[in-house]
T-cell receptor, first 117, second 113 residues
Framework: DAGVIQSPRHEVTEMGQEVTLRCKPI?????LFWYRQTMMRGLELLIY????????DSGMPEDRFSAKMPNASFSTLKIQPSEPRDSAVYFC???????????????FGPGTRLLVL | AQSVTQPDIHITVSEGASLELRCNYS??????LFWYVQSPGQGLQLLLK??????LVQGIKGFEAEFKRSQSSFNLRKPSVHWSDAAEYFC???????????FGKGTRLSVIA
């Protein structure tokens, strides 16, 4: 299995530009999570999907952030317009649907390192 | 809501010495506990996890962790550290229902000769 795939691995952009981050979860996984990692706040959840449906987007910072999952094998996180404070590492993770509600292991992608100048 | 505290921001140990990284969690029910490791510039790799049963769990790379309900702790241990263990270590807690994980702020491990 290729694991969770994220692209691009690195992105440098200027303030005001649109940024699109992409994620391909592990095949057969029903859950997809987007996390953001910064020095100040650590790892925090942005949004997660179950069977392509957004379940909780309360971690999305503001309207500039949007996420979609058009099918089971692809998700995007878009920032428009981007700002310097959005500079961070963005991780995508996926997991199976635990039987009976059990918590399943989340498998992380390598992350996208975003720098907004 | 769950929370995780990793009291040590940075730990330095000598190669070959034993290691213990501390993790305390807060959650009202039986937690699902994880330790992940992140090497510089890399993603997070699962070291081990606790769901139920034996409170001492074995993981990859010679790591183990012990769940202590009375202390709300899930400390990570390794008897002999290798230079390649230098990385950042994250403790995380999950809840029933396959919810997102809540992570601690991480402990950075440095290994010296």
């Amino acid at each position: 299995d290729a694991g969770v795939i994220q692209s691009p691995r690195h992105e440098v952009t200027e303030m005001g530009q649109e940024v699109t981050l992409r994620c391909k979860p592990i095949s057969g996984h029903d859950y997809l999570f987007w996390y953001r990692q910064t020095m100040m706040r650590g790892l925090e959840l942005l949004i997660y999907f179950n069977n392509n449906v957004p379940i909780d987007d309360s971690g999305m910072p503001e309207d500039r952030f949007s996420a979609k999952m058009p099918n089971a094998s692809f998700s995007t996180l878009k920032i428009q317009p981007s700002e310097p404070r959005d500079s961070a590492v963005y991780f995508c993770a996926s997991s199976l649907d635990g039987a009976g509600g059990h918590q399943e292991t989340q498998y992380f992608g390598p992350g996208t390192r975003l720098l907004v100048l | 809501a769950q929370s995780v505290t990793q009291p040590d921001i940075h730990i330095t140990v000598s190669e070959g010495a034993s290691l213990e990284l501390r993790c305390n969690y807060s959650y009202g029910a039986t937690p699902y506990l994880f330790w992940y490791v992140q090497s510089p510039g890399q993603g997070l790799q699962l070291l081990l996890k606790y769901f139920s049963g034996d409170t001492l769990v074995q993981g990859i790379k010679g790591f183990e962790a012990e769940f202590k309900r009375s202390q709300s702790s899930f400390n990570l241990r390794k008897p002999s550290v290798h230079w390649s263990d230098a990385a950042e270590y994250f403790c995380a807690v999950g809840a029933w229902g396959n919810t997102p994980l809540v992570f601690g702020k991480g402990t950075r491990l440095s290994v010296i000769a």
